[in-house]
């Protein structure tokens, strides 16, 4: 390693009690089912977008009781544009089932979690070290980069999680359990906001001196190229118009009217993209998220 795991800690978790943000979740008021909402929120969506759509639903929906009562189509309304709404309605059947299976209580170890619907590694072992204080191993992109950087020599860690990046992740976490719990927030917090995947912060990292990437002259990435994610044109822009046409009206929408409004509001052109909207508006309804009516109309599921 770069420098001894003590080190590691020490740097991190001193620069975490001084820069660390301030958010709800982690206000020390926040119970578990907030804990697991904002985890769901969070997957591949930034803090800025989620923050706001969070404090709606806590308010809304504060215990998964309250939330297993509503209708699925609604949820997926407030979802707003946070993305991938498939979460929406997997953390809907998650209150399902922590009110059926748990008796309305988040439950607390990973094993129980993983039960969940939508509920994976990942979010089980957040879930558990942040709502629970359970001593675990939290690994997400954020984590895996600032090991790999720091303890590897790597400018990047490998675009899924492997078996040697568990075992780095787990090398590191501290043996005490209330440490382990900072550590887990702390390291990736340092990767969200300072060791970015583009543009990392170095002379504000307080492991620069200690981090095997620097050292080594921060070379760059040495697998193959890292594309930027696509967007215009694609079968999630489109579908995410299809779902948001129908989050703007209470009503059902003729498939024409509906596809029409979606394209136009996407910038595609109706001549090109008619077949696409067509076939995004089917997997929509497979996957739950629209449902069709009488007459060739379209809403969201009631």
């Not at 008619?274 to 739950?288: I, S």
Request: proline share 8%.
């Amino acid at each position: 390693m770069a420098a001894p795991v003590s080190v590691l800690h020490e740097r991190v978790l001193t620069w975490f009690d001084a820069h660390r943000r301030v958010l709800p979740w982690r206000d020390g008021r926040t119970d578990a089912w907030g804990v697991l909402v904002s985890e769901i929120m969070l997957q591949q969506t930034p803090v800025v977008r989620v923050e706001p759509v969070w404090r709606a639903w806590m308010e809304r929906w504060p215990t998964p009781a309250a939330l297993a009562a509503e209708t699925p189509g609604e949820v997926v309304r407030a979802w707003g544009r946070l993305g991938y709404p498939r979460r929406a309605l997997r953390l809907r059947e998650a209150a399902v089932a922590v009110v059926r299976e748990h008796d309305g209580r988040v439950p607390d170890t990973e094993e129980a979690l993983r039960g969940l619907p939508g509920v994976g590694s990942y979010t089980a072992a957040a879930v558990a070290a942040f709502a629970h204080g359970r001593r675990t191993v939290v690994v997400d992109t954020n984590v895996r980069r600032v090991l790999a950087r720091a303890v590897q020599g790597r400018a990047h860690a490998a675009p899924a999680l492997t078996a040697a990046d568990t075992r780095l992740a787990t090398a590191t976490v501290p043996a005490d359990v209330a440490t382990s719990v900072r550590w887990n927030v702390a390291v990736m917090e340092l990767g969200a906001v300072v060791c970015r995947a583009r543009g990392p912060r170095c002379p504000e990292c307080p492991l620069l001196d200690v981090c095997a990437w620097v050292a080594a002259g921060s070379p760059p990435d040495d697998g193959p190229p890292r594309r930027g994610q696509a967007w215009h044109g694609t079968d999630r822009q489109v579908r995410g118009a299809l779902v948001q046409v129908l989050r703007e009206t209470s009503r059902s929408v003729p498939r024409d009217d509906l596809v029409g409004r979606a394209l136009e509001a996407a910038g595609l052109d109706p001549a090109r993209h008619r077949e696409q909207a067509d076939r995004c508006l089917a997997g929509l309804v497979e996957d739950g998220l629209v449902e069709p009516v009488r007459g060739g109309r379209f809403r969201l599921p009631a």
